[in-house]
């Protein structure tokens, strides 16, 4: 059973940097893909960052280009998400997700089939 749990989020001043964690549990690393995602009040839930861990391969939204950083850490089954010169318009819960199925980078929500619970993360100005 595949199991996602993420952590290290906060609240921080804007400007400020936060790291994601994403611990993953009966999931593969190779040849798969994971994503982070975010989901503000009220709106919907949107891509942020994936990555395919069979070439490497990175997607970004164009909102979080240049700050944030998707990587892994495969001896510990972790995915991280480094989050840099943080702004209000950050602030979301942000989840992890994970797919065996595709193997390809994904972005779209629909593509995969794992998701965490979420972890907040509030920037104030």
């Known amino acids: 059973q595949v199991q996602l749990v993420e952590s290290g989020g906060g609240s921080v001043q804007a400007g400020g940097s936060l790291r994601l964690s994403c611990a993953a549990s009966?999931?593969?690393?190779?040849?798969?893909?994971m994503g982070w995602f975010r989901q503000a009040p009220g709106k919907e839930r949107e891509g942020v960052a994936a990555?395919?861990?069979?070439?490497?391969?990175?997607y970004y939204a164009d909102a979080v280009k240049g700050r944030f950083t998707i990587s892994q850490d495969n001896a510990k089954n972790t995915l991280y998400l480094q989050m840099n010169s943080l702004k209000p318009e950050d602030t979301a819960m942000y989840y992890c997700?994970?797919?065996?199925?595709?193997?390809?980078?994904?972005?779209?929500?629909?593509?995969?089939?794992?998701w965490g619970q979420g972890t907040q993360v509030t920037v104030s100005s």
């Open positions: 009966g999931y593969t690393f190779s040849n798969n893909c």
């Open positions: 990555i395919y861990f069979g070439d490497g391969r990175t």
């Open positions: 997700a994970a797919d065996d199925r595709l193997g390809r980078i994904l972005s779209a929500i629909t593509s995969y089939n794992y």
